[in-house]
């Protein structure tokens, strides 16, 4: 084979093995859709060592562990209440999602721990124990994880409002927050 031939068929290996051959990679099984352009945000490349995360992965990190989990789109007033913080203030230290229950993506524990498990597998570690309230009947109203990685606090939580539920995702730089004076919204 000649180098020119050889040099097509790597760069259309690449291009193939970039693009997953066309499969949806957000997809949770049969009869699953894609999950909406918000949702699937492409992962910004992480920096090479231990150095802190930029928040454009952690944001990214935040929507692909959603979607996976077959989580409902962020909420749209939820989804940019950062965008617009000044610099220099707390509020411009994170970055969040909420999902509200719907029909199509009911939200309960059964889907608050496969998100868990999503961002477990990006490489986020449990900080302490999960934390859960229960109603009389013995049913969780409340869990609550925190994750940790590279300078980064991922706050869970799913909350069971009457039939429906939510689940919360607040992600914060640990050292923007110390820098700009915001609480530790763990104590």
């Known amino acids: 084979m000649s180098r020119t031939k050889k040099a097509a068929v790597v760069i259309a290996v690449i291009a193939l093995g970039a693009t997953g051959c ?28 231990t150095g802190p995360l930029t928040k454009d992965v952690v944001r990214s990190d935040l929507d692909t562990s959603a979607a996976g989990a077959g ?34 993506a009911p939200v309960d524990t059964a889907r ?14 449990q900080s302490g124990e999960r934390t859960e309230r229960k109603g009389k009947d013995g049913a969780v109203f409340e869990a ?10 991922v706050v869970t939580q799913y909350r069971a409002l009457r039939q429906e539920g ?16 915001g609480a530790d919204p763990l104590s």
């Open 22 to 49: 066309g499969t949806n990679a957000t997809s949770t099984g049969a009869g699953a859709t894609a999950a909406p352009p918000s949702a699937a945000r492409t992962v910004s490349p992480r920096p090479a060592g």
């Open 71 to 104: 989580l409902p789109a962020n909420a749209p007033e939820f989804a940019g209440m950062n965008e617009d913080a000044p610099a220099g203030s707390p509020r411009a230290c994170g970055v969040g999602y909420k999902g509200y229950s719907t029909k199509i």
């Open 166 to 181: 939510d689940i919360t995702l607040m992600a914060y730089d640990d050292a923007c927050m110390k820098k700009n004076g």
């Open 144 to 153: 609550r994880v925190i994750l940790k990685q590279r300078g980064w606090t």
């Open 112 to 125: 608050f721990d496969r998100m868990v498990g999503e961002l477990r597998g990006r490489d986020w570690q």
